[in-house]
Each structure stands twice: as C-alpha cells, then as structure tokens.
C-alpha cells in the first residue's frame, strides 16, 4: 500500500506541476523568455540506436539517482531506449555481470573501471563516460567510540562539535581499545571503493596507519592501526549494532540510518575529506561503446539530463519520493531525505546545513575528468594495490584509456544542440582540473603530478 501511495503521489505531484506550468503559459500576466521558450519546444534529436533494450545495474544508494530518474520521468525513453534497472547484491556483483555481458552498463564505484585497467582485482576494458555525483560518503563510529571520540572535539559556544573532525580525535580511543586487547575494526564497502581509500585518507592525515595491500595480504591490513574490512553498503548499520565493527565508511542514507536507529554518529564526511570529490561512475565494456557507439552517447545524454534535473531547485523531495520506492532504494523517505535535501544529522538532533552532500550536476559534476580518475591511481599505488612504481606518463594513459569524456562531450554538444544544456554547463577544460588543496589535511593535488603528490604524504609507499 505504501509502495503504491508513493507512486501514486509522484505522479499527483508532477501532474500538478504540469497544470501549474500550462496555467502560467497561458496567463497574460508572464511573458516566457527565449530559454523557457526553447524549453518548451525543444525536441530531441533521435540518433540511429544500436540496441534499445538495456539492462543496468545499481546497488542500493541514494547516488544512483540520475538512473532513476532518467527512467522515471521518461529521459531513457526521449532517446529511443528502454531501460530496465535491477538492483544487485554487491560491488563485486556489479563488475562481474558487466564484464560478463549480463548488464549492458552499471551504477558503479569510480575505483571500480580504473582498478579493471590498472592491474588490481579482476582484469577488463572498461570505460565511463558519466560521473553520477559528487561527496554523498560519510564516516560514521559506533555510540561507545563516539562518546570516547567526543571528548578530544573542540565545540562551539552552544557546545556543538566543530567540524570538520579529524581523526586526530579518534586515535587515543584506538589506543584504548588496543590496551583492551581489541583490534579496532571499520568497514568500507569494497578494496576499491571511494570510500576505502577516504577513510585511509582520513586516517592516515592524523597519523593512523590504515594497513598495506601486499601479494599475501589481500586485505590490505599489514601494519595497521585499525583492520578495514568490506561490508555491503545495506549491512553496515546491523555489523555496527552487532559489535562487529566500530564504525564504517559508507554512501547514504546508511550514515543516517545509523542516526535513525540511534545506534551510531557520522563523524565525518567526504566533502570535508576532499571537496566536491567524485564518487561514482556509470560504467560500460569498451566493447560495448565501440559497438553500439549511438546508444553509449543516447544514454549519457539520458544520464546528463537526469543530473541537472537532480540539481535543479525544487526537484529533490520529489527525487526523494522515486528513491524511497522499494524497486531503488528503498529506505524510508525521511531518511533518504536527510542528506538529499540539503541537510545532514550528526548527533541524534544536530542537523546541519550541507547542501553539497550531494552534488549530481553543478561544478560540471557529471563530466568524468581525468585528474578524478588519476586520484584513484595515486591512493592504489600509495596503499600498495599496484606494487610496483610506475612512470608519470602511465598515470594519464592508463586513465585515458578509461575515463572518456569525448563521448560525455558528444552527448553535451546533441543536448546543447536539444536546448537542455547551455554553454556554460559545457567545461573548457583539457580534461584536468586545477591543483587544489582542498583536502582535510590541505596537501596539494595536483593530477598532472602524479608521482609527487603520491611521495607527498607521510604514511604510504614512495616511488
């Protein structure tokens, strides 16, 4: 019944801003300007589709977003396709059935295509031509690690925490636990998601050593302060209420849940650990793209259009609606609104302001630069996921050979074309994003100074 009211209300709602914007247009009151104008005439331009059925993946996190919407409200369809999206069990699941053939393309983690080119785990050609969002990942620490932790917090006049809380807080608690004779154990979702390497970065800025990846420890836990295992994204709450872990890195809304549930506290999130990082990455085979070059560009478009939309104000208590659906997501809606609307809860009752939690088209979010792609690179081979130095100039190849913005520009030029997208949604850009310091640490990155950046950092391999 619930499932069917919300279907029920997401139409309600859209029809009425249907009839809201039908009445406008015929009032004498409001002259509409040659951008609503072009709007609402605009047509898409329908290219030669290759294959029109597809078959995409997702796993249970509100990022996948721009793949619900785009189905939703009819975005796949408006380009001569027809979706249909299934969620999977786990990370790994997702990169199977895609180099496998069974999913034509998937919702994935931007670790996931580089580490299939670069060396490490399963071995494929897999390309990405659409970044789903920036930030969205939160670090989050049991009731008993947080009331340790909040001891060492500076706070405010109203004795709130201030943040950005380093782990420089949380290390006398591991030190504690250790004396206790317990190993103090985190969860990420995958060995080469975002967040394992965030909550390493994290770590590692206050001097925690979060382990090495070798041939005989695939783990990556040889000399570490605190052991990071996987967790699927939907199991973290329960392994935290379990006392298996003490805390975890994870997307939304499972930072939340814990909240919710009252079971744990974010501490932290990846917009204070590098701002306005990519997180995920639609990702196809290149034998996909080089097959069916017309659909690859059909469905970025879909994609890129279902990012503004997302981005647009207004648009997400509604996005928020289609997500709670128990085909995509599935969390309660207040939950998944947490984050999604511009907010995001601390301590039980401490909400703040975040409205770049979650970013899915402004700072040109969707366009997959190669300096994005080249930061994975950097943090595989600082924890030890690829063993072995590498030359500067195997950085850039090996990451234009995956991230692939010709096609994401082809798409934006067909959709600029359509009247979807101005000029200025289009970034001049070489493909690299200028250095920046804004990590927790304030290190600068620079993309084009891979081997630097990686002898840059205390704890980690040096080449």
Request: with cysteine.
């Amino acid at each position: 019944m619930k499932n069917l009211y919300n279907n029920f209300f997401i139409r309600l709602s859209a029809f009425g801003a249907l009839m809201f914007l039908l009445s406008q247009c015929g009032s004498k009151k409001t002259e509409p300007t040659t951008e609503q104008f072009s709007d609402a005439t605009t047509q898409t331009v329908q290219l030669d589709i290759e294959k029109p059925e597809l078959t995409f993946g997702f796993i249970k996190l509100t990022d996948m977003a721009p793949l619900a919407i785009a189905k939703e409200l009819g975005y796949f369809e408006d380009e001569g396709l027809f979706v249909t999206i299934e969620a999977q069990s786990n990370w790994k699941n997702v990169l199977d059935r895609v180099i496998d053939g069974q999913l034509d393309g998937s919702h994935m983690l931007a670790g996931q295509p580089i580490a299939a080119g670069a060396g490490f785990g399963r071995q494929a050609e897999l390309v990405t031509a659409f970044s789903m969002d920036l930030n969205g990942n939160g670090i989050t620490v049991s009731n008993d690690v947080w009331s340790k932790m909040k001891a060492n917090v500076p706070a405010d006049a109203d004795g709130k925490p201030i943040h950005p809380i380093k782990a420089d807080a949380l290390a006398p608690v591991i030190d504690e636990y250790k004396k206790d004779g317990k190993a103090f154990k985190m969860g990420m979702v995958f060995p080469v998601s975002t967040h394992n390497y965030e909550i390493r970065y994290w770590l590692a800025a206050a001097g925690i050593k979060p382990g090495y990846y070798t041939a005989d420890n695939i783990q990556g836990q040889v000399d570490a302060d605190v052991l990071l295992s996987v967790t699927p994204p939907p199991q973290m709450p329960a392994t935290l209420e379990a006392g298996t872990i003490y805390g975890y890195c994870v997307g939304e809304p499972w930072n939340q849940q814990a909240v919710f549930k009252g079971i744990g506290v974010p501490v932290t999130t990846n917009l204070d650990i590098w701002k306005n990082n990519p997180e995920k990455v639609f990702v196809m085979t290149k034998e996909f793209t080089e097959k069916y070059p017309n659909t690859a560009i059909a469905v970025t478009k879909a994609l890129i259009r279902a990012g503004k939309w997302l981005d647009t104000p207004g648009n997400r208590p509604e996005a928020v609606g289609i997500l709670s659906m128990p085909e995509y997501v599935g969390a309660d809606s207040v939950v998944i609104a947490n984050s999604m609307t511009g907010t995001f809860e601390f301590e039980k009752g401490d909400k703040r302001s975040m409205p770049d939690f979650n970013v899915f088209f402004r700072y040109h979010a969707t366009y997959p630069y190669y300096s994005d792609g080249t930061w994975f690179l950097t943090q595989m081979r600082r924890w030890g996921q690829i063993p072995e130095s590498k030359p500067a100039n195997w950085y850039s190849e090996t990451i234009q050979d995956i991230y692939r913005p010709d096609i994401w520009n082809q798409a934006a030029q067909l959709l600029l074309k359509e009247g979807y997208l101005t000029e200025e949604e289009i970034p001049e850009t070489d493909g690299y994003k200028p250095a920046t310091t804004d990590f927790i640490d304030g290190i600068s990155y620079d993309g084009k100074d891979p081997i630097g950046y990686i002898n840059s950092f205390e704890i980690g391999n040096k080449d």
